[in-house]
Structure formats: C-alpha cells, structure tokens
C-alpha cells in the first residue's frame, strides 16, 4: 500500500521555504504540487536575539517598540509580551505550566501548544494534533525573524509508514490468497503481522508485533501482492470495519507573530495550513492560553456573547459546559433542518481578560471573524487556568446518509476548497485606568473609528427628543378558501391611512423623534417574494397610498424606513430553488422552517424559507434600488442583511462565510452610496459603517450559566454613532415597566414597540401568529408613559457615548455619559445608598445634569 498522497496546490512560496530551506519570504505565486512525504521543517541556525529580560532567562528579545517587546523561546516556540508600561508579561502558555496539579495527558501537552489543528479522514471522524505534542517535541518546527517579529512553521506528523496502514483485519480467503502470491519471506512477514480470531476465523492485525523490521517486511508483503485503496473498501464492506490509512498524516502550518504599536497580530495564513486531501483539516485553535490567568489570579473574562457577559475567574462552576459561540452565529446553509436556537448572537468579533491587579489583554479577530467561534473557560476543569481564545473553521464538514438493503451508511461530505481568509488576531495590551471592560469597549470604539469601520460620532442633531423606534406590519398572507380550494390572499393589518392616524395619536401623547419601520409593504406581505423588483401591495394602499404616506412622514418629521429582506426568501413565486438558494454540503437547498413555539422545534408541515445564494444578493440589491429609489424615501429597513451571514457550498461555485461577509458589505455599500439611510435588525460590527439605526441589538446576554454578569460592552461600542433600541417591548419578555425602563437607561437604549392598527384576531391560524400582541391601542399610553420616562433621562445624553459602565453592588450599576451625566440603577427590591444618594428599589438616580 503506497504512503504517497499528494497535497492541494502550493504557492512557489512553499517551494523555496521548505525544499530550498530559503530563509527569504518571498512569493512568486507557483502551481507545483508538493509531496508532504518529501519535506522536513527543522531549524537550521540559532535565533539571533537582540535584547534580555532577567525575568525570562529562557527567551530572547526579537522586536520591540515604543510599547511592547516580543520575547520568544527557542526550544518551544513561546512567547512573551512585555508591556513596557506596566512591566506586565503576557505569556503565550502560562510559564508554571509544568506544576500545573489537573492538567494531565494532552491536555498538559496543550498548555505548551500555540496552535492545535483538528482534522477528519475519509469517514468523517476527528483527530486532533498541536503543536507540542506533533511538531516541537519532535523538533520539526522552525523559527525564522521578520519585520517586527517573528514567523514558525511547523510540520505536524512523519511520513514513515506505520502498523495503522495495515488493514486491521482480512478474511481467511484473502489471507489464504496473499500467501499464495508470497515468497517465504513474505509468507512470514504475514504470519506474524496477523493472527487468526478462532471465534470468527477472521486474521486480526497484531499491533505489538508490527515495529521496525517486522513493520517493514509487513508493508513490502503489502506491496508486492498489490493490494490497494480498491481492495481496502472492499473488505471494509465486507467485514464491517472501518479504518483510514495513517499514510498521508502530515500537515504544515505557519504563525506569524508582529508586534503592532500597543498590539500583538498573529496570523494564521490559510495557505500555509497544508493537508493531504484525504485528511482535510477542519479546525484551528489559536492561543488557547494567551494570557491565561492561574487559580491564585483575580479578574473577568470578558466573552462577546449578545451584549457582552464576563465569566470571573475561578468561578468553580466545572459541572456546567465551557463557553463557545460562533461569531456572527450560524449560517443557515449549515443548519441542521430541525435545529432551533435561543440564544443571543456574538455581534462583535472580540474577546478578553481584565486582571484585578491592573492589566487587561483584548482580543479582536480582524480577519477570518465569520468563520470564527470565541471559547472560554475557567481553571479547574481540564486544567488551573481561565482562559479565552478563537477557533476557526478551515473546511467544513456535514454528513450524508445513504439507504440500501435494510442499512444505512453516513459518509462525510466536505468543503471543495479551504476558507478564502487568512486567519488574524489583535491582542491589545491595557494597564491603569484602561484596564477594564469599560476600556476594552472604549479602545475597540477608536480602533473602528480609525478603520472606518464605525460612522462618525454624531455631533449635530435637530431633535430634543431621543427616538422612539416603531415597526408598522402592513400585510400578511393568510390561507383563504373559495368553493373548498385552499389559497393565500392578503390580509391587511396596516394601510398607509391607518399608519397615518396611528402616528397623529402617538403625536397627540408626545411621543417624538418617531423612526419607524414599516414591513409587509410590497410582494406580497411580510414574506415578500425575493426583492428583485418592488410592487407596493394594494392592500395596504399600492404605490400612491405608498408615496402620499412617505409626503406624510417627511411633512411631521417622521424618518421612514421600509423594510426589505434580502438573504430570506419566504416565497417561491419568482425564485428559482433550483438556481438561486444557496447549497448546503449534502447538496440540497438551503431551507429554514418556522419555529414551532410550544414544542421549540422547527415545524416541516409549514412553508419554509430558502437561503438565497450569496453570489446573487449584489445583483439583487441593485435591481431592488433601482425601483425603490423611485419612491423617494430616505431610509430603508434590512431585515436580515445586517444580521445574517450564510454560505453556498454549490459544487464547482463554492462561497464560503468569508466571501459571503464581502458580498454583505458591498451590498450595504451599493445603499449606502444612493445616501439612503439604513435602519437594520441585529447589526453585526460588519455593517455599522453603513447604519443610522439598529433594531433588535442585544440587551443581555444568553444566561448561560458559566457566566456570572451580563454588560453593555456592544451599547459602548456604537452609542453615539448609531441609535439603537432592543427588541419591542410588547412581544419581549420584559417583567414588569419597572424593568425595561431602568435597562433602557443603564444601556442607554430606546423604547421599541412593534403594532398593527387591526385586530389581534387577525393572526390567528396563521403562520404569523408569533405576533400575539400588536393592536396599537391595547398599547398606545402604555407606550407614552414609558417613553416619557427613559425620554426625561436619556434627552440629556443624546448621541453620547457611554465611556464608564460599573457594578455598584448586586443587582446595582452605575453608567456614565461623555459629558459627566451618570445614572446609577437599582434593580433590587430594597433602597441603596451610593456616595451618600439614595436609590429607591427598582428605580434610578441621575446624577451631573446640571454639572
């Protein structure tokens, strides 16, 4: 059995690194394929340094710059990180390691690992290497300087043949057949390689025998009767066993580490993570133990799940499940059918710790963040260390099962081509006062400011008020019946008439500053058909009603914001399953059932939604605002183009999450560039460049219980620069007003509701019935009151960011504004005294307006 198996195409790059040992990084972009078998990494001359530390004997000093010096160990391939502000050490992998008192096995060996890789075989089934157990200790790693730091490359696995590339047991037949083609010295090999099961007849391959000359007269007996890949399967058919050749089983993979003013970057590039294609690599995990704080160490670890969460050190809640979370969450075209999730959405690609002592380290994923997943945990577990760290998915992988005879059989399906990122991280060192979560999110605040990934702080506004944020539903569709025969029609809920009295009341209760969004407008009703043309619904008021309404909205200062989906198609008619949805790994459409809320499943009696493919929504988009321009409005509402991220693993038109996240972004520019304002649910840190408002942003976290606080780290970040209000108030799950209104002012939100001028009634036995609560009467004072209130607050704080966020005492937190306003809020049922004020129970103190 041959042990060559060849790799995708490597860049000449490669070529001159690894065959040619150049110490050159240089590119030439080449299409030789490169037999992994043929390369050795090692290194070949000692690391120069250029500068010590007393406190790390080990380590030479490679880069340094105003703020940080980059140390690395020779024989390990560590780092650390001086801040020379503080004279704190980062670490790689924490340097007591070796006492650590849990950690056991690999899980010891991962302390010392920067990189660990997990890879599938043939069957679908995951193995694991890192890069001290498979790469240092066997000294196949080599580390070479670059500008302002340094780059290792290091080669997993060793191409000699081994036991495992035997097939791990034969008929009597087939072993009868080999020795019958065998020399004596074969027949022996053979004999001794296998031993025969007297219970089933069957020859098992015996492992303890098979070392260094038996192992190779076993593998030569192999060759010389020509058995081959073919005949592998076919006896696996045939016996019921499954196995993969450990031929094949070496990987490179580089990491380049740069210091960057107060920043360390590693990067990952995809196209050094080499793999023959029978053992696709599936996922990286980087640094899982940068900066690890011990057992003896205070502090947080700050986790981007919804608005924010830290999970405190040394909790001791080893009996719940680690923290992991996809950023940007889940793409629909990996979903399983009936798979139904509840909990918030990691809009922000960033992670940290904040030490007690004075020192914090954030982490922010700067390329390869919608493939990326942020996990945590805390010492005690697998080892005496809490930690924070990125993984990120190389290839993905989904299952297909066949059925034939009575049995069923699951074979993997993978991703044709890697991920079209490289793989990059950020990690920021603070001290003193910035040492906070307040200063990461302050921090994270100017890095977007200064990539121009976050609109400028708004400094002018027309308004006394702060918004009150209104979503109108205009039509549905509900089943009607005509002579027994079942058909959809329109069921209005809101014209464009009624919206207008609906917003002369709100007027006549004070309710201002109104920015409201109004879905089920046109194609047919909230599940509009794909919005590559736009026809206003007649039933709401058509394409007059339409333009009156928006004549209205301009003449009372209302900010209009009609809304579309792009990436969601609820209605076949006009779109092309076929052609047009997106392609999960099995090969079939992407389809998303609604969600079934007194079971918590998805319902595949009801219509589904399709995924439409990436590769159309730029096309779309511009078709889309080549009629809705012709209305004139201002604004526009996404439903979903800010909120969610999809791939199309369509054969040979592979668009994998990254290339999707482009196409989100140049969607958003093709709007931004008409000068429509854009208003969007969710609001992943993608799209803020583009969005005046956000509905639907994160409020709270998803109460998994290893975390033990829930901050406003996403609401520091964008106020100021982009009004925002959580989910409406009426079909949240709010307790009591008491509640809303004091979250509204601790994260600086605003009030939402979502209405329908029309009975309740109306929704029932339908699919919209999710809807429960929407006649605006039932709610219209309820409303004025609440916005009255978090209004008489907030009005002093218009556009300013939140630069200080704290917790006072349970349940009790104090947010300032910009320019000094604070607010302390008491969600405890007693009073408390904060610096000599009382706070009532459930209820707030202002402090610094008149300051």
Same mark, same amino acid.
């Given at each position: ?250 990987? $490179?993979? =580089?990491?380049?580490? /740069?210091?960057?003013?107060?920043? +360390?970057? *590693?990067?990952?590039? %995809?196209? @050094? ?62 979903? $399983?059918? =009936?798979?139904?999730? /509840?909990?918030?959405?990691?809009? +922000?690609? *960033?992670?940290?710790? %904040?030490? @007690? ?495």
């Amino acid at each position: 059995m041959t042990n060559a198996t060849f790799v995708r195409i490597l860049s000449c790059f490669f070529v001159i690194t690894f065959l040619s040992a150049c110490s050159e990084n240089t590119s030439t972009g080449g299409d030789d394929e490169i037999d992994l078998s043929e390369i050795t990494v090692s290194q070949e001359a000692p690391l120069l340094g250029s500068f010590e530390d007393e406190r790390l004997e080990k380590m030479k000093g490679i880069a340094e710059n105003e703020h940080l010096q980059l140390f690395v160990e020779e024989e390990t391939a560590s780092l650390a990180i001086v801040n020379k502000a503080s004279g704190e050490i980062w670490y790689s992998n924490p340097p007591e390691r070796e006492q650590d008192p849990i950690a056991s096995g690999v899980n010891a060996d991962l302390l010392s690992s920067q990189l660990q890789m997990q890879f599938l075989n043939q069957f679908g089934q995951a193995s694991t290497i890192n890069t001290f157990s498979d790469s240092i200790t066997h000294e196949q790693f080599r580390i070479e300087e670059i500008p302002d730091g340094v780059r290792v490359l290091y080669q997993f696995g060793q191409a000699e043949q081994s036991a495992g590339d035997l097939p791990v047991m034969l008929s009597e037949e087939r072993f009868q057949e080999f020795t019958g083609l065998l020399d004596s010295t074969g027949e022996r090999a053979l004999i001794i390689a296998y031993t025969q099961n007297k219970d089933t007849g069957m020859y098992e391959r015996n492992d303890s025998a098979l070392n260094g000359l038996q192992l190779q007269r076993a593998i030569e007996a192999f060759e010389q009767t020509g058995y081959s890949e073919e005949d592998l399967e076919q006896d696996m058919a045939e016996l019921g066993f499954s196995q993969d050749s450990e031929a094949g089983r070496v990987f $490179l993979a =580089a990491v380049e580490y /740069t210091l960057d003013e107060n920043s +360390l970057v *590693v990067r990952v590039p %995809v196209e @050094d993570i080499q793999f023959a294609d029978n053992f696709p690599v599936h996922q990286i995990a980087l640094m899982r133990f940068m900066g690890a704080a011990d057992e003896e160490e205070e502090g947080s670890i700050f986790v981007p799940d919804g608005s924010g969460a830290l999970i405190h050190f040394n909790n001791g809640k080893i009996k719940y499940p680690s923290y992991q979370q996809s950023v940007y969450g889940t793409d629909l075209s990996t979903v $399983l059918t =009936a798979e139904t999730r /509840t909990e918030e959405t990691v809009r +922000l690609p *960033v992670f940290g710790l %904040v030490k @007690d002592e004075g020192d914090a380290m954030l982490g922010i994923i700067e390329e390869g963040a919608s493939v990326a997943r942020v996990n945590a945990d805390v010492s005690g577990r697998l080892n005496s260390y809490n930690s924070v760290y990125p993984t990120f998915t190389v290839v993905s992988k989904d299952d297909v099962s066949l059925q034939a005879d009575q049995q069923e059989r699951t074979i993997p399906r993978f991703q044709e081509e890697a991920m079209k990122s490289d793989f990059v991280v950020r990690y920021v060192f603070l001290d003193g006062d910035e040492a906070t979560y307040t200063g990461m999110a302050s921090y994270y605040r100017q890095y977007l400011i200064e990539n121009e990934a976050l609109p400028e702080q708004i400094t002018t506004y027309d308004k006394e008020d702060v918004p009150f944020f209104l979503q109108l539903v205009g039509s549905i569709t509900k089943q009607q019946h005509f002579a027994g025969v079942p058909y959809q029609s329109l069921e209005p809920l809101t014209t464009f008439e009624q919206a207008e009295t609906i917003i002369d009341e709100m007027k006549m209760k004070q309710i201002n500053n109104i920015q409201l969004n109004y879905t089920g407008w046109f194609n047919k009703g909230v599940h509009h058909k794909v919005a590559d043309s736009i026809n206003v619904d007649r039933a709401i008021g058509g394409k007059k009603g339409l333009q009156d309404f928006i004549d209205y909205t301009d003449e009372q200062g209302v900010d209009l914001f009609p809304e579309v989906s792009m990436l969601n198609v609820h209605s076949s008619s006009g779109f092309s399953t076929r052609s047009e949805a997106s392609r999960t790994l099995t090969s079939v459409a992407a389809t998303v059932y609604p969600v079934n809320l007194a079971l918590s499943t998805r319902d595949q009696t009801m219509e589904p939604s399709y995924v439409m493919s990436p590769r159309l929504v730029e096309e779309y988009t511009t078709s889309m605002l080549k009629d809705f321009s012709k209305h004139h409005s201002s604004g526009i509402g996404l439903k979903d183009l800010a909120d969610l991220l999809n791939s199309d693993f369509r054969r040979n038109e592979q668009i994998d999450r990254t290339e999707s996240e482009d196409i989100s972004k140049r969607a958003l520019g093709l709007i931004h560039d008409e000068g429509i304002k854009m208003m969007a649910s969710g609001g992943n840190s993608y799209a803020f460049p583009y969005l005046t408002n956000i509905i639907d942003a994160p409020m709270s976290n998803s109460g998994f219980k290893l975390q033990d606080e829930s901050i406003p780290f996403y609401q520091m970040v964008i106020r100021g620069h982009i009004d925002y209000s959580g989910k409406p108030y009426n079909l949240s799950t709010n307790l009591s007003d008491k509640e809303y209104v004091l979250k509204s002012l601790e994260y600086g939100a605003n009030v939402h509701f979502m209405w329908a001028y029309e009975s309740n009634e109306l929704l029932k036995d339908t699919e919209f019935n999710y809807l429960y609560a929407l006649q605006y009467n039932q709610w219209l004072n309820h409303a004025s009151d609440l916005y009255q209130e978090v209004n008489e607050v907030l009005k002093h704080v218009i556009n300013q960011p939140i630069i200080s966020h704290r917790k006072m005492d349970d349940g009790v937190y104090e947010t300032t504004y910009e320019k000094g306003i604070s607010i302390i809020v008491n969600y405890t049922n007693q009073s408390v005294t904060i610096d000599g004020n009382t706070v009532e129970a459930e209820s707030y103190y202002v402090g610094g307006v008149n300051g």
